[in-house]
């Protein structure tokens, strides 16, 4: 099996209220992932000594939090992601807690938007949706705004959510 390649950040906040940072993508055309709802996160440089390096330098690019080793939860399984859209990238996701909501400086050129989802929110099962993202193919989603959570981000959610 090959390595992952690519790390994101799953940021959950305990206060004010148990929440998890999403962002939402900047437009670029040769990206897959473009507009999407994601976690912070990247592709591993040269320069870095592992993928949490990755992930922490990616987190602080992105959305100018600066994690520490210290924040860091757990390692969660390697995922394959890209499958439905043929553009495989190997990921490996780390979960980093924090007291609250740390201010935070959006790269414009990686980042729309970003947003707290509520942990009550996302269990709030009546609030999830089957669409179609991929022609002829149905996805589990979650409304946000005026577009979805789906894909990757969703089941990384739903797998911390029932650890």
């Known amino acids: ?3 992952p390649s690519a790390a994101v950040a799953i ?6 209220e148990k929440s998890f940072l999403v962002i939402r993508r900047a437009i670029h055309p040769n ?3 473009s507009g999407h709802f994601s976690f912070p996160g990247g592709r591993k440089e040269d320069t870095d000594r592992d993928l949490l390096e990755t992930c922490i330098r990616e987190t602080r690019e992105e959305v100018g939090i600066t994690l520490s080793e210290n924040k860091l939860q757990t390692t969660l399984p390697v995922t394959t992601v890209g499958k439905n859209l043929n553009f495989e990238i190997i990921v490996q996701p780390f979960l980093f807690e924090l007291s609250k909501q740390p201010p935070l400086i959006l790269n414009p050129h990686e980042v729309q938007k970003s947003c707290w989802l509520k ?3 996302f269990l709030d099962q009546t609030r999830h949706q089957e669409i179609e993202m ?5 996805f589990p989603a979650f409304p946000l705004g005026d577009y979805f959570l789906w894909g990757f981000t969703y089941k990384i959610l739903r797998f911390i ?3």
């Open 1 to 3: 099996m090959q390595k």
């Open 11 to 16: 940021i959950k906040s305990l206060t004010p």
């Open 31 to 33: 990206d897959p992932w």
């Open 134 to 138: 991929i022609p002829g193919t149905m």
């Open 161 to 163: 959510l029932e650890m």
């Open 119 to 121: 942990e009550r929110d």
